[in-house]
Every structure is written in C-alpha cells, then in structure tokens.
C-alpha cells in the first residue's frame, strides 16, 4: 500500500497559509501538491504584522528579495520596540512620563547585535560600570549604535540599500497575505480552492481524509494543515486539548484601529514599534506609509470592550465615536500537540501569545521548518511526531517567556491589571532567567543571528531570544542585579580594555546620525513614491 504524501490541505486564511503552501512547495521540491482553502479574513486579519528581522530569510529561502516583497507590500523599517511608561503609574499617555533623575520612562531593544569584548557581552561591562559608580546611562545607549538614530528617525540602512544594522518590517496583513497568496499560487503544484468549509471526512481509523466545501469541491489528501484561528480542525475535529495559559499570559482580548499620519513628510516616520503599558494590558503603534496600526491588547477581567476601544481612540486623538474599530478575543495558549494524526496545527491554530496579528510570524516559520524536517517518506512513525511535537511546543514556550517577562518584571502596581501581573505563575524558564541575570550571568545564548534561527536546523529547537534580548527589557524595566558579574571578578585586564569599547559605540552613533539619511525619505526612494 503507498502511504506516501503526495496532496497536502491547507485550511485557513492570511500569512501561515500562504508561508506553509509556499515553504512546502518550495523546501518538498514539487514533490507534493499543495491546496488552500481560504476562507473570508476574520477580524484578526486586521492590523499590521511587525516581522523580525529574520524573516527576510525564510523569503529568501522562497527565492523571493526583499526588494521584491518590500516594495509590493509598502512595508516600513522596524529597527527596534520602543517601551514607553512601563515603570511609571499614571493613565495612558503616549509620552514617557519621568523617572528619577529626570530621565524618561522608555527605553528601546533593538535589534543589532550586541557588541562583545574579550569573549564577553558587553553588558557585562556596563552592569560592572554600573555597580562602581562608573556610569549611569541606560543599557541601551551605552551598548547599542541604535538608539540615537531611532530618536532622530534615521534609516536602518543607506539609500543603496546597504544595511547599517539589523532590521525588521512592518507590514499591513492583509497586504502581505495577497502578495504571499500572488507568490504562492504562481508556483507548480499550488493553487488556491474557494468557499468556506462544510463537512470533514475521516477514515475508520479517524484520521483525515478529504475537505468538502460549500462551493461543492472535494478535497482530498493525505496531510491537512490547520492555519485557522478557531482550530477548526486540530480542535473541533480531532479534539485537541487546548492548554489555557491566561494564567502566564495575562491578555486575552484586543482591540485596533487606524491612526493617520498625514504629516509624514513634515515629521517623518518613526523607525521602530511602540509598546505602551496601559491600564489593562499593553498598547502598540506599528507605522506604515500614511498610517499607524494602533492595537491595544488587554485583559477582559480588567477591562470592557467599550473602554478598551474608548482608551486606544483617546490615546492616539482619534473619537470613539466616529473611529472604526475591530475586536478580537482569543484565549493565550496552545495546543497540547501540534500535530494529531494527519494533521498539523500552524500558526494560530497551534497556539496564541496575544490576541492580534502582531508579532507571530516566527512561530509559523518555525513550525514549518520543523515540518519540513520530519516530512515522513512513508508511514506516519510515533517518534518522528513525538520529536516534532517536543520541538514546537519548546518554541511557544520560549516566546512565551519572552512575552511573559515584560509584565511579570515591570514594577508597576497603580491598576488591578498591573498589581495581578506581578502574580504571574512564572514559567520555568522565565524564573531561571531572572535568577540568571539577577547573578550576574548571561540569560541565553549570547548572540542571536539568522544563521541560528533559519540556517541550521530543521529538527531541533532554537530560540530567536538572546541574552541581549533579555538584558534590554529586564534592564529597561529597572530590575537590579545582586552585584557586579562575577566572570569580571578576576578579569583586570578585560575590564580596562573595555572602555575602547564603549568609545567605539559611541564613535559608531555619531557617525551613522551624520551619514544615514531620514527614514521617511529612504522609505519614499525605496517605494518610488
């Protein structure tokens, strides 16, 4: 009997869809076929996707240039978040309030890499700066070029195109759903089925074997992909345990609207997302050529829907009264396994951080990776999903720490949201990294490069947070450490050569604020507009 796969089903709509029929296509060689059955976008398809930087190298892998996709969807440079009010009480105010010593409560964590001096992350030297009384400038400024360029709303990069450090994108969903979609269905073997789902088909063994639509089409296959937010298959069908983690992740609902920004060419255009700190959760601003996706994810326990709405209008100047507003409720977490017989949870099916389309692209890359990795020749072996299984599920976790540790470390106690944040139930791995950090030890691995991500392994885990990642926003939200690292405590000779270091950062930022151009000027170049 062959027990080969040579169909695979895809149901669900926006980017995981579309990555997963590409990736397959494109990473399987044409050796399967590939069909979609896109239903109409829900609510979550409205906003802006904010990508990492690496996700020009899953395009990459799919032949497809950033020039080529930046300029089809208008995507927009996003070098850095940008946490505004995490460490400070008040209402919900886009400008940084002030912390002690005059300085304002925001703080940046940008995505260039961490410089190193004699095999050391360089935060090791400015926390023993710290400590001695050597310095009081924040992490960011002391050890990244970035953060003067992101206030003065520089390029990433020149107008050539040559980077000047690393970046990521914004990008409207819905845009870069069709240009995927466009990409996709171009390519052998892939093509795209219409109409919604009415009727699942199993064997006597329960597992699947075709879709039927209400446009009367048949669907069949012998692996189906679950891209859907409902997880219409992995859950309604094959009954997946879903794990709740409202208990770690504390919003569960979200709201997002468009802010305009008419007056660009004036003011220009800010190079990074926002992350507020709100009453109930945490707003974001995620700019695009003449408009800002606004979200503002929130915990229903804390907050109504109308005031929700109410708080992110007001925030941004718009009325509640006459601004379109889209809603969406959707529980964090995951499933208990990704993939259940012969079918595969993707994306949001397979697990949610926080309600939204932002910020959960590299999951799905992940996932798909994965999948590629242990695409079985023959008969489905138990080891083979096992492993998988293991794998995905120590991705979400590890995003799911990274996600968790801003609200469980800001010190803020002034709303019922913030003072039951502090009450998180910890992860593990979460626990383990503030005690890391708190000792003076890096958190993580050291650096976080593409290769690590995307180059290297299909089979095993490997997480897109570094060390650096970590230090930016525990540092950011004013967590202390207990001293001063003790790897620096007999290195002499290392800590004096640090300084050159640190002089060199600084060297490096008022040499890219004088030779890097504006980033609404380079982004109007880039888009021929």
Known sequence: MDTSIRDVIVLGSGPAAWMSAAYLARELQGTVSVTVLEESENVSGHGVESVLPSFSGFLDVLGIADTDWVRACAATFRTADRYVNWRTAGPAEARPRELPGARPDAFYHPF??????????????WQHRRHRGETTEPFDYACFREPPLLDARRSPCWFDGRPATRYGWHVDHQVLTGFLRRHATARPGVRRARGALA?????????????????????????????????RLIGEVLAEPFLDLRGQLPCDAAVSVNVPQPDARRRGIEPHSTLLAMPAGRAGLHPVL??????????????????????????????????????????????????????????????????????????????????????????????????FNRAVACSFDEARDFVQVRYACSPRTDTPFWRAARGLSLSGGVGTRIELYRAGLTTGSVLGEEARYYGRSREEPISPWSDSDYYCVLSGLGLETDGPPPALAHRPESVRGAGPVFDRVRRQQRNLLDTLPDAYACLRRLHGR
């Open 199 to 231: 009727a699942v088909e199993r064997d006597g063994h329960h597992d699947l074997v075709a879709l039927r639509t209400t446009a009367g089409e048949r669907l069949s296959g012998q692996l189906f992909l679950d891209c859907t937010p409902g997880r």
């Open 112 to 125: 260039g890499l961490l410089p190193e001096h004699d095999r050391l992350p360089l935060s090791h030297y």
């Open 290 to 387: 003449g408009r800002a996706g606004a979200d503002y994810v929130y915990a229903r326990e804390f907050a109504t829907r109308e005031d929700a709405a109410r708080d992110l209008c007001l925030l941004w100047g718009l009325d509640p009264e006459r601004t379109e507003v889209h809603h969406l409720e959707q529980r964090p977490g995951r499933v208990r396994r990704a993939w259940v017989r012969n079918c595969v949870a993707v994306g949001p099916a397979a697990g949610v951080l926080e309600p939204g389309p932002v910020g959960g692209l590299h999951l799905v890359v992940r996932t798909l990776q994965l999948l590629v990795g242990h695409f079985p020749a023959g008969p489905l072996r138990p080891v083979l999903t096992e492993r």
